[in-house]
């Protein structure tokens, strides 16, 4: 798959809005900040295909965009404490509203920084995603924050502390340092050709 050929959709602020799943689905979750849009600008080599912000909690959207035969959906970082109980509201909304509608699911990226263990949240995320027997696979973002023996200290915790079964991959990234970006491409291109 052509990481240079990624095309910005449309944000939905309502699951209803949703189109019907045209194409296999490759989505991006985690709590805000976390680093997704970074990441994903760096997946595709691009500045600011996904908006990144110094501020956590943007108004929270379903991001649609399109690569080849493959959509990749940006989710609405969650957990951010700052946020009014009508925007929490609008992000389960969404989340559980994408989650339940009768998509092609083709793979689930939940992003959870590697300097702490996962959060309540993140741990929701990642039960919701086993129970639901979606495919899914763990990123820790902002490794260049850590060592590299703290970074597979953490990586090995982490995957511990989720009961991560041996199917479910788990990749070290840095966005700002390129870390494991090579290695998420593969798993994508893996994914997207099976
Ligand atoms: P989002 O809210 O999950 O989309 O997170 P952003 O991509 O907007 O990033 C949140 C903050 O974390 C920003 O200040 C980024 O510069 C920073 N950040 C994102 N990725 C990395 C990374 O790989 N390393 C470091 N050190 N900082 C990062």
Redesign the pocket.
């Known amino acids: 798959m052509n990481f240079n050929n990624v095309r910005y959709e449309r944000s939905f602020g309502t699951s209803s809005q949703l189109p019907p799943s045209t194409m296999p689905e490759i989505s991006f979750a985690?709590?805000?900040?976390?680093?997704?849009?970074?990441?994903?600008?760096?997946l595709f080599n691009r500045k600011a295909l996904?908006?990144?912000?110094?501020t956590?909690g943007?108004t929270s959207t379903i991001n649609f965009f399109e690569a080849g035969d493959v959509r990749f959906v940006d989710l609405p970082?969650y957990g951010y404490a700052k946020v009014s109980k009508s925007e929490k509201g609008r992000w389960s909304e969404l989340i559980e509203g994408y989650f339940n509608q009768d998509r092609d699911f083709l793979l689930v990226l939940s992003?959870i920084d590697i300097r702490h263990p996962a959060q309540p949240l993140d741990e929701n995320m990642i039960a919701f995603l086993q129970d639901a027997e979606l495919p899914f696979a763990v990123v820790l973002?902002?490794?260049?924050?850590l060592t590299p023996n703290k970074q597979r200290q953490q990586k090995a915790a982490i995957t511990r502390q989720l009961d991560l079964g041996p199917d479910v991959p788990i990749v070290v990234?840095?966005?700002?340092?390129g870390?494991g970006i090579d290695e998420l491409r593969k798993l994508v291109s893996a994914e997207v050709r099976n």
Request: glycine content about 12%; charged content about 30%; cysteine-free.
């Open positions: 985690g709590r805000s900040n976390v680093g997704k849009s970074s990441l994903i600008n760096r996904a908006k990144v912000s110094g956590p943007k970082g992003l973002t902002k490794a260049d924050k990234t840095s966005s700002e340092k870390i």
